[in-house]
């Protein structure tokens, strides 16, 4: 939006990024220009095609998506309730047009030229791959579907309301060998959606292969990068071991581009929903997953895969209760996996060489089988919480009081921290993460070191900047209140009011 009001204006010569990328970068096709690594081209800055300059000029609009608070008051039992929400909103700005041009750029250069660069070449590398297929490899790519609700075919008025209606996961795969393509739909009426949950829905596809495809020794995973799902330690120890056990030889998993990872295995749950959805117009109830499976089973022709809860729970018993957490994980694009165990990853993919690790892209490696320490057994032992409050803050070289967030990886999911909004400290426990965000679920403040869970959650994302620091649970006040630790408050409110 920023970028058409910029050609609106006169300013850039195309609304296009790609456009604006190769303005800014001497190559667009070459990693260290669009990672801003090039010596030659790192501090190239766009060119205005105003012959004046625009400084000086007059004050300018556009838009642009903010995530904002809102109050609101809602009554009940005749009292009146203050209730927050957040909201994420097309907002119109307003500012000069030299603020919207550095704005612009500086996005360009720290965002959006890395993004642009990893989406054409993870496309173009798994291209390759499809082209260079050999016998004794396949490509599996997956995705899960949205939840399909279980429905009936009528229904009295208060089935539609509240929880009445079940949900059924839907965890597709589609599989490329060199002579067939194959289909495949695990439905399940877990809604667990991690690693665990994964491979309990994979292990019936592989064992497929296995025993129908003797001669695949090699797979090649294509999945988008969610961290709570396929980019994150616990599927990674899964990855190493699990193919392994089955008489695999290597695994190689690629994640494509955040926000561009649809493929083919999307329209495998969407024939599987729409085929549902037509039973049920024709008078059929769907009220259960196992009622779901059963209904589409004799009408497809994709492989229906029926997944317990047992099953998963099966496959979370193999996880050890610590491994090995990998700094930037949310920048690797590539895991290699050639013998049990150990991890070679790296933040591109590349499939020049099959036989060997290239070198290309400066891949790294890890054991990422637990590591004890040294008077804890790790199969039976659960870190307490100051434990991983100090672990937390060794692991991010804080001093004093406070532990700033340095890096975000997986382990900060669950963990408490205090975050600022409007100058004002909140603590809150990490849910998600992404590249450069956090979601958190904030508490709200009834005084200087008051807090207290709102009735509506309010669960937002905060870049990095936002988190202050990570800290121990908040200690209880009353029954319903909380304070964070003094000496950690104190020190919170004296870094936000410097």
Sequence with gaps: MKADRLKHLGIINSPSLSKVAEELCCDTQAKACMYRECLSCKNKSLTQTTSTGIAGTEATWWYQWLTKKEDYEKEKDGKRQKITVTKTVKQRCEGSPEHLLEDFEREMKAKVCKHLFNIHHQYTQLQFLHRSLKEEEAILHIDYAENWQCKYAKEVQQVHFGASHRQTTLHNAVVYTTDCTLTFCALSPSMKHDPPAIWAQLEPVLQFLKENHPRIQKLFFISDGPTMQYRGKKNFYLLSTIPFQMGFTAVNWSFLEAGHGKGPAD??????????????????????????????????????????????????????????????????????????????????????????????????????????????????????????????????????????????????????????????????????????????????????NRFYWPRLEDKIWYTVDKVVTLIPPPEDVTQRHVQINPRVFTAVWEKINL
């Design 267 to 448: 329209g495998v749950g969407a024939t599987m929903k729409r085929t549902a959805d037509s039973q049920v117009a024709r008078g059929t109830d769907i009220p259960t997953a196992k009622a779901l499976y059963d209904t589409l089973l004799p009408l497809t022709k994709v492989k229906l895969l029926y997944v317990e809860e047992d099953q998963i729970n099966r496959v979370s018993t193999l996880l050890p209760k610590e491994l090995t957490t990998i700094k930037g994980t949310l920048s690797i694009h590539q895991v290699v996996c050639t013998t049990p165990g150990i991890i070679h990853y790296r933040v591109l993919s590349c499939f020049c060489s099959r036989e060997v690790i290239c070198p290309c892209f400066l891949p790294s490696s890890t054991n990422i089988a637990p590591q004890v320490q040294p008077g804890r057994d790790v199969r039976t032992s659960e870190p307490t919480a100051q434990e991983d409050v100090s672990h937390a803050t060794s692991s991010s070289g804080c001093e004093g009081t406070l532990c700033p967030v340095d890096d975000i990886t997986e382990d900060l999911v669950g963990k408490w921290c205090v975050i600022t909004y409007d100058d004002d400290p909140y603590p809150g426990i990490i849910e998600d993460i992404e590249e450069g965000a956090l979601e958190v679920n904030v508490m709200h403040n009834i005084g200087r």
